[in-house]
Antibody, heavy 113, light 107 residues
């Protein structure tokens, strides 16, 4: 059974770094791309980037300078890190498997002092 | 980036109605178009892939079609469980881009 679950900090201060973990089960990260998508009040659904089954990454240029995606295949985890957070980054962050057929439940991130 | 113009933004409808939601792509995306349903507090659910193919477990009253750069999601005989926001997504080229969403609600 394919499952994905994001865990995040909830509240992050402006200018700080966001770290979110996506833990998966029911499949191998070495067989599928893993995507990150966020949903904000201002811009709706936005694709952020992905990490390929081989480990290379691709980012939306909108975030490229401050976004990093990595993984630990032994722990079945994918990581999103984004720095220099702004209030506009407030939203729900999702991980999704390759073709968006499976999504995590999402984690709400609020950027506020 | 490819722009996906989705319409209408809001669609009041009655149970049993047939409704259609449309996305227009700013560039050629072939059939690399997906439709998602999202209910409050839930993650998006894949409904249609390849513009016209029903995803696993999706009721047959849902269908997808394409006419040139216009892509449509049609729901026949609307049921209460279909009330949600629907989004299109193009994944022909990076970055994948979503439509702004259509809120389907009871009239």
């Amino acid at each position: 059974q394919v499952q994905l679950k994001e865990t995040g900090p909830g509240l992050v201060q402006p200018t700080q770094t966001l770290s979110i973990t996506c833990t998966v089960s029911g499949f191998s990260l070495t067989s599928y791309y893993m995507q990150w998508v966020r949903q904000t009040p201002g811009k709706g659904l936005e694709w952020m980037g992905f990490i390929r089954s081989g480990g290379s990454t691709e980012y939306n240029s909108e975030f490229k300078s401050r976004l990093s995606i990595s993984r630990d295949t032994s722990k079945n985890q994918v990581f999103l890190k984004m720095n220099s957070l702004k209030t506009e980054d407030t939203g729900v962050y999702y991980c999704a498997r390759e073709r968006f057929a499976y999504w995590g439940q999402g984690t709400l991130v609020t950027v506020s002092s | 980036d490819i722009q996906m113009t989705q319409s209408p933004s809001s669609l009041p409808a009655s149970l049993g109605d047939r409704v259609t939601i449309t996305c227009r792509a700013s560039q050629d995306i072939g059939n690399y178009l997906r439709w998602f349903q999202q209910k409050p507090g839930k993650s998006p659910r894949l409904m249609i892939y390849g513009a016209t193919n029903l995803a696993n477990g999706v009721p047959s009253r849902f269908s997808g079609s394409r006419s040139g750069s216009d892509y449509s999601l049609t729901i026949n005989s609307l049921e209460s469980e279909d009330m949600a926001i629907y989004y299109c997504l193009q994944h022909n080229e990076y970055p994948p881009t979503f439509g702004a969403g259509t809120k389907l609600e009871l009239k």
